[in-house]
């Protein structure tokens, strides 16, 4: 297992469509538990391959309090939705930015777990909006794009501006 580099908004990868795993291997397996270690680390609660430059539909999950209930999908689709809610997301891609963003409040999803088996699972709440967010950078959306052009710019240079400020090297005295 390894911790993944996370690409960071506006990394052009991020716009990738990620396309079907066709493969349920060894290294599928190992995708996946990077992406849990990865996730853990970063204190994220949902992380897409697409995230680790990884351009496969894999997507994991734990939304628990006690982060005890990893939940991976494999070429997930979402069959049913059902409600709105709004929620102030966030992502480990566009970091320390939060927006509220409009999403269906349950979601009934079939995906394949990492050994190809398939299952069906509903989801709502939390896990509802974290499955939607994980799935749209599946498809190279990024939640920064629900946000009006002008907003988006802001957060873009924001973020610019942290990068600069992490990169400086210190003066000599």
Same mark, same amino acid.
């Given at each position: 297992?390894?911790?993944?580099?996370?690409?960071?908004?506006?990394?052009?990868?991020?716009?990738?469509?990620?396309?079907? *795993?066709?493969?349920?291997?060894?290294? %599928?397996?190992?995708?996946?538990? #990077?992406?849990?270690?990865?996730? !853990?680390?970063?204190?994220?609660?949902?992380?897409?391959?697409?995230? +680790?430059?990884?351009?496969?539909?894999? %997507? *994991?999950?734990?939304?628990? #309090?006690?982060?005890?209930?990893?939940?991976?999908?494999?070429?997930?689709?979402?069959?049913?939705?059902?409600?709105?809610?709004? !929620? /102030?997301?966030?992502?480990?891609? +566009?970091?320390?930015? !939060?927006?509220?963003? /409009?999403?269906?409040?349950?979601?009934?999803?079939?995906?394949?777990?990492? #050994?190809?088996?398939?299952?069906?699972?509903? %989801?709502?709440?939390?896990?509802?909006?974290?499955?939607?967010?994980?799935?749209?950078?599946?498809?190279?959306?990024?939640? *920064? #794009? !629900?946000?009006?052009? %002008?907003?988006?710019?802001?957060?873009?240079?924001?973020?610019?501006?942290?990068?600069?400020?992490?990169?400086? *090297?210190?003066?000599?005295?």
């Amino acid at each position: 297992m390894a911790i993944r580099e996370i690409l960071e908004f506006p990394d052009p990868r991020l716009r990738t469509q990620a396309r079907a *795993v066709e493969e349920f291997d060894g290294q %599928l397996a190992n995708l996946v538990e #990077d992406l849990f270690e990865t996730m !853990y680390q970063e204190q994220g609660i949902g992380l897409a391959a697409t995230q +680790v430059n990884e351009h496969v539909r894999v %997507l *994991v999950m734990d939304t628990s #309090d006690e982060r005890n209930r990893p939940m991976a999908f494999v070429n997930p689709e979402i069959i049913e939705r059902d409600g709105t809610q709004v !929620y /102030e997301e966030g992502c480990l891609s +566009v970091p320390g930015i !939060y927006a509220k963003v /409009e999403r269906a409040e349950q979601v009934r999803v079939r995906a394949r777990h990492p #050994d190809g088996t398939a299952f069906e699972t509903e %989801l709502d709440g939390l896990s509802a909006v974290c499955l939607q967010h994980e799935m749209d950078h599946l498809a190279g959306k990024l939640f *920064v #794009d !629900y946000l009006s052009p %002008l907003k988006r710019q802001m957060v873009r240079k924001r973020l610019e501006k942290a990068r600069r400020q992490d990169n400086r *090297v210190p003066s000599a005295t």
